[in-house]
């Protein structure tokens, strides 16, 4: 048969893998954080260099109020997410080639229904004031200047037109290939899957306050990712999280901090949005039937 390796008579065809093993994901997980930690690093250190100069970087570096507030900066902001999208872009792309697994397979890159985006979408919203608020409770106990901080900072004044790609777009389609794409659909257990996942997708944050925001999320996306078997449908909702975190950010910035907290209230009313359109999004996948797809075989 053509596209078949020749083989002793009665053994199967050798057929192409759907999915990368786990420890191959396991593997291009560290490696993708390595290169992660590598450019940021770079990046911070070119810009900081080019702010003081080689000469006064040791002194800049050794005032922590001075270098907290150099780094608060938009245009670092940005290149640091072009950096972040290229690893992601980049360990999405090889992994599977180095594996010689499929793309769409091995990612998700398959679709979903559009009532399946606008229902993720929703759910991810939902989620917000129990986000906020566990930032909010935590913040007391860790008073260092957090990242989220340090966001607000560098987009203060900043038009939503050019906050939108760096805030939004990057952190959506590279984190959930990488966390829901390469990661999670190499794990076959999907209670390992989903726990690995929306775990390490909180670690990618790096600071343990916004780790602690955003671990209900990731947990709902890799949720999301599972029960659809698309990356797209995660991304979609990553992105509108992030959009309405940005438009937050945005328009609360001066106002007074009573009112720019949500009441707790709104956390079980969240919940049980999500909750409806999750059980709403599992109820309409329930509808569409599968279509069988052929194993590919090895050229």
Not at 55 to 60: E, I, K, M, P, S
Not at 147 to 163: D, F, K, N, R, T
Not at 201 to 228: C, E, I, K, N, S
Request: proline share 9%.
């Amino acid at each position: 048969m053509d596209g078949e390796l020749p083989l002793p008579p009665g053994l199967p065809p050798l057929t192409r893998p759907e999915r990368l093993l786990w420890w191959q994901g396991a593997v291009a997980m560290v490696v993708a954080v390595l290169l992660l930690v590598i450019a940021n690093l770079a990046v911070a250190a070119a810009f900081l260099i080019q702010q003081v100069g080689l000469a006064g970087l040791g002194g800049l570096v050794n005032d922590q109020e001075r270098l907290t507030a150099a780094l608060a900066s938009f245009p670092l902001l940005a290149v640091g997410q072009v950096a972040n999208l290229t690893v992601f872009i980049v360990i999405a792309v090889m992994a599977p080639i180095a594996a010689r697994v499929p793309h769409r397979s091995a990612l998700g890159l398959g679709g979903a229904p559009p009532s399946a985006f606008l229902l993720a979408a929703l759910g991810i919203l939902g989620l917000g004031p129990l986000a906020d608020r566990v930032v909010t409770e935590l913040k007391p106990l860790l008073p260092e200047q957090s990242s989220l901080e340090m966001i607000e900072q560098a987009i203060h004044g900043q038009p939503l037109w050019l906050l939108v790609p760096f805030l939004a777009v990057m952190p959506a389609v590279g984190e959930e290939l990488l966390c829901r794409g390469v990661l999670q659909r190499s794990i076959r257990s999907p209670a390992v899957a989903l726990t690995v996942s929306a775990v390490c997708f909180a670690a990618l944050h790096m600071d343990p306050l916004h780790m602690a925001g955003v671990l209900p999320l990731g947990f709902y996306l890799a949720w999301l990712g599972h029960r659809t078997g698309s990356v797209w449908v995660p991304v979609g909702a990553h992105f509108t999280n992030n959009l309405a975190a940005t438009l937050g950010i945005v328009f609360t910035t001066d106002a007074p901090a009573d009112t720019a907290e949500l009441p707790l209230w709104a956390v079980p009313v969240g919940l049980l949005v999500t909750a409806a359109c999750a059980a709403g999004l599992h109820w309409r996948l329930r509808q569409v039937a599968p279509t069988p797809r052929a194993p590919e075989t090895l050229a």
